[in-house]
Structure formats: C-alpha cells, structure tokens
C-alpha cells in the first residue's frame, strides 16, 4: 500500500516540504494541513525576506548559498517569490573568520562575495566609522523575497500536483503516527510538524519562541542594499522609494505563537541602534508600519529535520529563527530526502548534507 504523508503547517517550511514531497513521490500521497498560518499570523507573513549567501555558520552558509543558486537558475521560482536582487553587506564580529564560507561562496556563486574592510564598505555606504580592523562580506548577488508569496506559490503548485490541502488545525499528534482534527484520529505512515512557534505544542521538540519585529522607515538610501551588523544585530534594506526596512533582534523569549501585535517600546531600540550604524544626525523618523511575528529557535542547528524521541515516523520541521527564508529552498529538499527514505520512495539527488552545529541562540534572527 503507498505510504501516506502529512505535513502540518502551511508556513513557508511546511508548503515548501510538501511541494518537495509530491514532486518525488507524488501528490496523492501528501496531506498538508495549512492550520493557524491561513489566519497570516506566522513568521511566514511577518519576514522581510533577506537573502544571501553568507552565514557566519558554515553550514548554514551551504544551505543559504544552496538556496539562492536554485533561486536565481529559476525563473519561475524567481518570479513567484518576488526575487529582486541587491547587493549584500555583512559587517563581522572582529573574532570571526569567514575564509571557509567565501570558499563555499566561491563554488556555490561564483564571482559573488568578498571581503572588504568594513570602514572602506562603510564609506561607500554613507554609514558611520567602523572599528579598526574589521570587515565585511560584501555581496553581488543577494536581495529579497517575499516569504508569503513563495509559501502561496508552493501550496498552488502542491494542490496542482495532487497535495490534499486541508484547512482544519490539527489538536494533537501521537505516535502510530496519527493526528487529531476536529475530534477525529487519521493515521499517516509519517508525520512531520512543520508548524513554526506552534511545533513545540503538538510534538516534544526543544524549541523557543521570540518576537521578530521591524519597521518600514520614511528614510532615502537608495545605496542601501541589504544591510547586516552582526555587532549591533541591526538588518534592513532600501525598500521602494525613500523608504527603509530596519529592525533589530528582540529579546522577547517566550512569546505567545501568533501574536502579530508590534511592540511599541521596540521603536526606540531601533531608533538608538539605526543612529549609531547609519550615521544619522538625528532620531530615527517613526515608522510608517510595523510588522511584527513570533518565531521557534532550536538549540541546535536551524531549519532543519528532526525525528522526534519515542515517536517513529514523527519529524519536526522548524527552528529557523525568524531567517529560513535564506535557505528553506535547500533545507526543504535535504529533509524531503529523508521523509522519502522513511516513507519508503526514492529520495532526490542532491550535495552531501551539512552536519548540524551549535550556534548561538536567535543571533540570525529575521536576517
């Protein structure tokens, strides 16, 4: 008898996995349960949708870099996720050594990064001085997406393909597998929960929630591009005309799944931050919006799979803190892989996966 699939979470990983899933073993097979993310209160609808090739993580940088090759070779996945390329700017810590990573760079996107010292970028940029003896990675091919256009192109393609895509949230899973909706038990051969802050809810993962919020500025640097400190954790990039996406990383652990609400009090931070990195002779103008989101950081490791203790055939897919949109493209596939060899079919030919590492909790946070 087919092995039959459900996924659960309709976020960005979870329509990604399913879409990956119909395509290697077919449609029919794969039920997606969309859940809280039709109610667009997830990271998914919250990101700003950076992209690039570098991580200070090599092998999250493998991933991101993965990710971005496959978006740029194509069109059609470029054009369904609002793909608009920029330049990247990556300003490091003075400990980190990003030799290891332009190698990557070099292989996976070629002609595209380099190291430059970060006061020469930072001149160029209009920003302030920067330390002595520091630098930056400086992209030629980067950008941005838009996480929810992608997420809706994968389900469209998904349900073309077959994908049974239901809107029920699921109440409970449990080993056999099965789940629960709406009073009812239904029995699936695997069972990945690919459902962001709620993950930790329907399956024992250690996983953390945190806000991710940033804010779209009445400011003009057009030059900006995508714009990282890794010293202070501001992010952004130019956005339309005279305007500006900045945020920072938040230190609200423990937020509530789904609370979409800004934070007023985290206008001010970015504020004081933005000053100092940008060069401003004032305050920051208040924001013309906010958006805001609560997010799931692992432990270990990012977006990635995750087979859950005393449960066979139930994964988790989740953990990637607010910035899986630089690499849910390769990270979507590795897992599809292993669901394929558990599930029993042909998993896809890909590069050799990366190990997962320890990295420091939240630091890529909407990044």
Known sequence: MPTQVAVIGGGLAGSLLALRLAEQIGGPRIELYLGAATRGRDATAASGGLVRGFET?????RLAAESLAELRRDPTLARASGYQESSSYYFLRPEVDPDRQLALLGEALSGSARLVPAGQVARALGLAPRPEGTF?????????????????????????????????AVA?????????????????????????????????????????????????????????DDLSTLYGRSYGVGSVLLGVATSAWGAAPGDDRPDPAYVDRVSEVARAVLGLDGRL????????????????????????DNMPGVFSFAGGAGSAAKSVLASSRLAAATV??????????????PVPVCRELGDQASR
């Open 340 to 353: 394929c060899v558990t599930a029993g079919g042909q998993p896809p030919q890909m590069s050799t996966p």
């Open 136 to 168: 930056a990675v400086v992209e030629q091919y980067a950008g941005h997406i838009r996480p929810d256009a992608l997420r809706h192109y994968a389900v469209t393609r998904a349900t073309a393909l077959g994908v049974r895509v239901r809107h029920e």
């Open 285 to 308: 103008p208040s924001p013309q919006w906010s958006a805001a989101g609560v997010d799931c950081f692992a432990d270990e490791g990012g977006l990635r799979l995750r087979a859950i």
């Open 57 to 61: 993580n090599l092998d999250e940088c």
């Open 172 to 228: 409970s899973v449990a080993a056999g597998p099965a789940v629960t909706v709406d009073g009812s038990v239904r029995h699936h051969d695997v069972v990945v929960v690919a459902a962001g802050a709620w993950t930790s809810a329907l399956v024992p993962v250690s996983l953390r929630t945190r806000r991710i919020q940033y804010g779209i500025y009445p400011l003009a640097r057009p030059d900006l591009g995508c714009l990282v």
